[in-house]
């Protein structure tokens, strides 16, 4: 199963939205499909979707995916913490997604110290997904040990301050 997090903004985050289900509707995308829509106007066709879960249903879908595929929020922890490398879609500020593009910085930063696999361009998301189990071949998965874990919290935590200090 694939699930897919946009988080609670006012920003809409149709791109990411459209491009779900365009790869759900060419059978790209074979199993099954869950969104978590926020804020956004698409209406998914080959998907299930719901605007807003609980956290315990977040921790739910969370848990049952295969791949989860998220926006550069905090969503990245919870995949992490479960010991599940996420595919990561920032939002941008240039289609409306957010103020600022904070969430690139964020996810680039991220993916240079190989903690997630990284779509700048909406375009690579087909690719990221037939070829995720070789993506994340390359990268430090967090089950490797507790103590990578706890670095990376603290890679996170000095990340958030200095995007802090530059705005």
């Known amino acids: 199963m694939i699930f897919v997090s946009v988080g609670t903004e006012a920003y809409p985050f149709n ?3 459209k ?27 080959n998907c299930d979707y719901q605007p807003l879960l609980t ?13 989860i595929i998220v926006h550069a929020g905090i969503c990245i922890m919870e995949a992490l913490n479960l010991g599940k490398i996420p595919i990561v879609v920032p939002r941008r500020k240039h289609f409306g997604e957010a103020v600022d593009d904070h969430q690139l910085f964020f996810a680039q930063r991220l993916a ?6 990284l779509v700048e361009n909406i375009d690579d998301l087909k ?10 071949k390359k990268l430090v998965h967090p089950r490797d040990s507790r103590q990578k874990t706890l670095d990376f919290s603290r890679k996170i935590e000095q990340i958030c301050e200095e995007l802090l200090r530059r705005n």
């Not at 491009?19 to 804020?39: M, P, R």
């Not at 990221?128 to 994340?136: C, F, Q, R, T, V």
């Open 19 to 45: 491009e779900i289900g365009q790869l759900a509707g060419d059978g790209i995308i074979t199993g099954k499909v869950f969104c978590q829509t926020g804020s956004s106007s698409v209406k998914l066709l």
């Open 55 to 67: 956290p315990g249903r977040m921790q739910e879908y969370f848990s049952k995916a295969d791949i």
């Open 127 to 136: 690719s990221k997904i037939i070829n995720y189990n070789l993506e994340i």
């Open 15 to 17: 791109r990411l939205l």
């Open 112 to 117: 240079e110290n190989r903690q997630i696999v």
